[in-house]
């Protein structure tokens, strides 16, 4: 199984600032393979980025992704106050398609 | 609009059984697979399997192979997460999601959800 882990676990940031998130993985995989998504209290996880680096229909240019191999970064420039959430990569390059434990994006 | 629709709420006993629904609609239902995630209070995203609903192919996470069975009728577009034998610990929210193969060349493919139920909580106490 390909494990993913994401870093930081938290990260307290004020709106306007940047935020990068870090999603390491166990074995390398296709960045055709990557995604992240991103969960609201309450709220079903929402596509953000796939390929990872394309971004989903309706998502800001604010958001973007980057990596290869093993490594993957999620970016979110000028941080909103809706951007505050959980966010968790997933890999599908190797069955189970697994996810990252999340990094949880909170308002400083 | 696509959509995905997923049963209500369910509150079983240890040892229930349960099977929920996740019901397609707005796109054509054959055409992409239905991927099942656990999340557990407080917890994060657990992919668990996926089902063909063409053809009934389907695939598991090894945690939760022969734990739960994942099936689908596309007769009316519905996929369907059941367990023969709750346990507690199968409280949890459960999702579906659309789970999109789209081409990214030649022989290669990207693979994400992009469309997601709201969930259903399974609650499982005695």
């Known amino acids: 199984e390909n494990v993913l882990t994401q870093s930081p676990g938290t990260l307290s940031l004020s709106p306007g600032e940047s935020a990068a998130l870090s999603c390491r993985a166990s074995?390398?995989?296709?960045?055709?393979?990557l995604a992240w998504y991103q969960q609201k209290p309450g709220q079903a996880p929402r596509l953000l980025i796939y390929g990872a680096s394309s971004r989903a229909t309706g998502i800001p240019d604010r958001f973007s992704g980057s990596g290869s191999g093993t490594d993957f970064t999620l970016t979110i420039s000028r941080l909103e106050p809706e951007d505050f959430a959980v966010y968790y990569c997933?890999?599908?390059?190797?069955?189970?398609?697994?996810f990252g434990q999340g990094t949880k994006l909170e308002i400083k | 609009e696509v959509q995905l629709v997923q049963s209500g709420a369910e509150v079983k006993k240890p040892g229930e059984s349960l099977k929920i629904s996740c019901k397609g609609s707005g796109y054509s239902f054959t055409n992409y697979w239905i991927a099942w995630v656990r999340q557990m209070p407080g917890k994060g995203l657990e992919w668990m399997g996926i089902?063909?609903?063409?053809?009934?192919?389907?695939r598991y996470s090894p945690s939760f192979q022969g734990q739960v069975t994942i099936s689908a009728d596309n007769f009316i577009s519905t996929a369907y997460l059941q367990w023969s034998s709750l346990k507690a610990s199968d409280s949890a929210m459960y999702y579906c999601?659309?789970?999109?193969?789209?081409?990214?060349?030649?022989?290669?493919?990207?693979?994400?959800?992009?469309?997601w139920g709201k969930g259903t909580t399974v609650t499982v106490s005695s």
């Open positions: 999601a659309r789970h999109v193969r789209a081409s990214a060349g030649v022989y290669q493919f990207y693979h994400y959800m992009d469309v």
């Open positions: 089902v063909n609903p063409g053809d009934s192919d389907t």
């Open positions: 997933q890999q599908y390059g190797t069955s189970p398609y697994s």
């Open positions: 074995l390398s995989v296709s960045s055709i393979y």
